[in-house]
């Protein structure tokens, strides 16, 4: 059983950093394209950011663009998700995700087969 495995959250005042991490927990498993979501109090999940296999393609959410940068580390199987300036509206419980058939990257959640548990961002104002 794939687990990816979340890390890197918790609180940070508006402008400031937070470095997200998830790896995938099976050293035979090799996984595609990669992204994370999030999910805020009385929202739906959204997108954030996807990266394509070989990390060449990514995609950011308009809200995010210029803020956060998303990268990965295929020997590792882990995804990183820097996020710079912060808002408060980025708070939200952040997943990473990733595709067993998909490539390249995408924004939409059905495209991806396992999930990580979740991990939550606060930004303070």
């Known amino acids: 059983q794939v687990q990816l495995v979340e890390s890197g959250g918790g609180v940070v005042q508006a402008g400031g950093s937070l470095r997200l991490s998830c790896a995938a927990s099976?050293?035979?498993?090799?996984?595609?394209?990669m992204a994370w979501f999030r999910q805020a109090p009385g929202k739906e999940i959204e997108s954030v950011a996807a990266i394509s296999w070989m990390g060449s393609n990514t995609y950011f959410a308009d809200s995010v663009k210029g803020r956060f940068t998303i990268s990965r580390d295929n020997d590792k199987k882990m995804v990183v998700l820097q996020m710079n300036s912060a808002k408060p509206e980025d708070t939200a419980i952040y997943y990473c995700?990733?595709?067993?058939?998909?490539?390249?990257?995408?924004?939409?959640?059905?495209?991806?087969?396992?999930w990580g548990q979740g991990i939550q961002v606060t930004v303070s104002s």
């Open positions: 099976e050293r035979s498993f090799t996984p595609l394209a």
């Open positions: 995700a990733t595709s067993q058939t998909t490539i390249n990257g995408s924004v939409s959640s059905r495209a991806y087969d396992y």
